[in-house]
């Protein structure tokens, strides 16, 4: 079974940037690589939400400021967020696929301070 580990959380005022990774293991980590991946977010008192899939979707609150990409070889999936806002603030994950196809990791925090 695959397991996906998120990293790269952390506190950040408003405005800075934040890199977070999600690198796959476990048996059936090669289906990483012939899958949509997507980074998906808990803000408290919220439901999990979308955040960005594959190469081209985005959430509406974060397009222009996120990138999400890849490195297939170190079956690896990054969020790249820039101009963080405190709305940003929340539990991060990846997951295969929109909508996700496997349980969640134990996912990484993100704080936005303003």
């Known amino acids: 079974q695959v397991q996906l580990v998120e990293s790269g959380g952390g506190l950040v005022q408003a405005g800075g940037s934040l890199r977070l990774s999600c690198t796959a293991s476990g048996r059936g980590f090669s289906i990483f690589s012939f899958n949509t991946m997507a980074w998906y977010r808990q803000a408290p008192g919220k439901e999990r939400e979308l955040v960005a899939g594959?190469?081209?979707t985005y959430a509406d609150s974060v397009k222009g400021r996120f990138t999400i990409s890849r490195d297939n070889a170190k079956k690896t999936v990054y969020l790249q967020m820039s101009n963080l806002k405190p709305e940003d603030t929340g539990v991060y994950y990846c997951?295969?696929?929109?909508?996700?196809?496997?349980?969640w990791g134990q996912g990484t925090q993100v704080t936005v301070s303003s």
């Open positions: 997951n295969i696929g929109v909508p996700p196809r496997i349980g």
């Open positions: 594959g190469t081209t």
